[in-house]
């Protein structure tokens, strides 16, 4: 490894995003966050959008404050951001229309209607990807189902994290990581499968070529680079979905098998495969195959998450009681333990708004009692999710045939002391928390790789682990929800 070298991280989340600087050196890497905003879908006209042109403002915002903060040449800048969204360009290169949200209402029904055109066991043999309505493959098949102008114009498709870098050095690319959460990648092949978008009728030529974690695709245009007031910066494609940059930083020991968890919004936990384990198994499961750095596949189950938690948040907050995390943690700690069970992944709990009210109603349906008591609601919900954890986890040793050792959280949730002391105990193994910003380090690390600062991606999870403090977590006894 050379020398310290700088870079930025741009990290792109559901609810908000961030700038951070990252110094990576010999033996340790170091992470500053410089600037941060607000993120989340806006209305227009009854539709889910992204305000993709604010979004790439407080992105160029992020990145002026950033090189003046570092006071030092930039060796690189890194976009990452969630999966499965896009914008759509014209022949000139323009945005045609603010990208739909994954949550917006036009997949609904979408796949059904996708399975009359290529059977469901087909499309996953093809992709390995599990099924959700909002996957990029429903997204297009809705546009061309309603004969969407905007789709009829397209020149090109761009995924989110891409799509901001494509604007900052005019490359139109595809990383590989966030084209494999699309549905429209043969995980096998690591190309766009033309099964896929031939049986759904799909305009193949638009999608552009894909491009493996850690190569320099451009350098900042000299306009973008005007408007900062920098150089030319090379702009390196990381692993641009969000949890592959997490998982990259995982500060795991290669000599154990181990498990991760990307702790958030959604929960998306997993194991990293040398190659896509697509079968009876994990199609029933269902279980996910997702690009990883180094060729790797990310074997993995998407979760709820603490989604549900954030929304009774944002409930309880309209209704005048605006609590903190750390208090609702506080009072669900003190309450009553598993006094009801639910299924964190049923349908009436994916779009926003009233979840108390919505988790009550799951409750009646299921002849449970309701609960009015938000700390009894909020330890209720990380029960369910720990044991939502324990049968996935149960379930991808089957599958893979290892024995997991040991559970990785990493992100956000992992900050959550009872939810991963539940998870302890739920899984029956030993839990490791953190690093709370993986992505963001993950990003970096991936920034150094192309740089020629780190060789393996083994070396970069050493360094990890000699950079940030974790949290241990013994399981104390085993759930009784645990199965």
């Not at 099964?195 to 974690?213: A, G, N, R, S, Y």
């Not at 959604?266 to 199609?283: C, E, M, Q, R, Y």
Request: glycine share 8%.
């Amino acid at each position: 490894m050379v020398d310290e070298k700088r870079y930025i991280a741009v990290d792109l989340g559901a609810e908000s995003g961030r700038v951070m600087l990252g110094i990576v050196s010999t033996d340790k890497i170091r992470l500053e966050e410089i600037h941060r905003f607000d993120n989340g879908p806006v209305d227009q006209k009854g539709t889910l959008r992204w305000d993709f042109a604010r979004l790439l403002s407080e992105v160029k915002t992020g990145i002026g404050k950033t090189i003046k903060q570092a006071n030092s040449n930039i060796a690189g800048i890194g976009v990452d951001s969630w999966g499965v969204d896009f914008g759509l360009l014209d022949e000139s290169g323009n945005l045609i229309e603010m990208p739909y949200h994954y949550r917006d209402s036009r997949t609904n029904g979408m796949l059904e209607k996708a399975f009359e055109l290529m059977p469901k066991r087909e499309i996953y043999d093809h992709t390995g990807i599990q099924f959700a309505r909002y996957n990029s493959a429903y997204q297009l098949l809705s546009m061309r189902l309603s004969n969407s102008p905007a789709l009829a114009k397209a020149h090109r498709l761009i995924f989110i994290a891409d799509l901001v870098s494509y604007f900052m050095c005019g490359q139109p690319y595809a990383e590989y990581t966030l084209a494999g959460t699309s549905q429209l990648m043969d995980m096998q092949t690591g190309k766009w499968s033309k099964e896929v978008f031939t049986k759904l009728d799909l305009p193949i030529e638009i999608m552009p070529d894909i491009t493996q974690p850690a190569t320099v695709v451009g350098t900042l245009a000299k306009k973008v680079a005007g408007e900062i007031g920098c150089g030319e910066i090379p702009v390196i494609a990381v692993a641009s979905h969000d949890t592959a940059s997490a998982v990259a930083a995982v500060p795991a020991d290669d000599k154990t098998h181990w498990a991760y968890l990307s702790s958030g919004t959604w929960s998306l936990l997993g194991v990293v495969s040398p190659h896509a384990i697509v079968n009876d198994k994990t199609f029933s499961c269902p279980f996910t195959n997702e690009g990883g750095v180094e060729g790797t596949i990310r074997l993995l189950k998407n979760i709820m998450g603490l989604w549900l938690v954030q929304e009774c948040k944002k409930h309880w907050q309209t209704q005048g009681n605006d609590l903190s995390y750390a208090q609702l943690t506080c009072m669900a700690q003190k309450a009553k333990p598993f006094t009801a069970t639910i299924d964190v992944d049923d349908s009436l709990f994916y779009a926003p708004g009233r979840m108390p009210e919505k988790i009550n109603e799951y409750l009646v349906k299921t002849g449970q009692k309701p609960i009015d008591d938000k700390g009894q609601m909020v330890r209720m919900l990380l029960e369910n999710l720990a044991s939502k954890y324990a049968r996935t986890i149960n379930r991808l040793e089957d599958v893979t045939g290892k024995t997991i050792d040991r559970l990785h959280i990493i992100g956000g949730g992992s900050q959550n002391e009872l939810l991963n002391q539940l998870t302890a105990d739920a899984i029956d193994r030993y839990v490791i928390a953190g690093p709370v910003e993986a992505t963001a380090i993950g990003n970096v690390l991936m920034q150094a790789k192309a740089a020629g600062q780190i060789e393996t991606i083994a070396q970069a999870r050493r360094l990890v682990c000699k950079s940030f403090s974790l949290r241990e977590y013994q399981p104390t006894k085993p759930s009784p929800q645990k199965k």
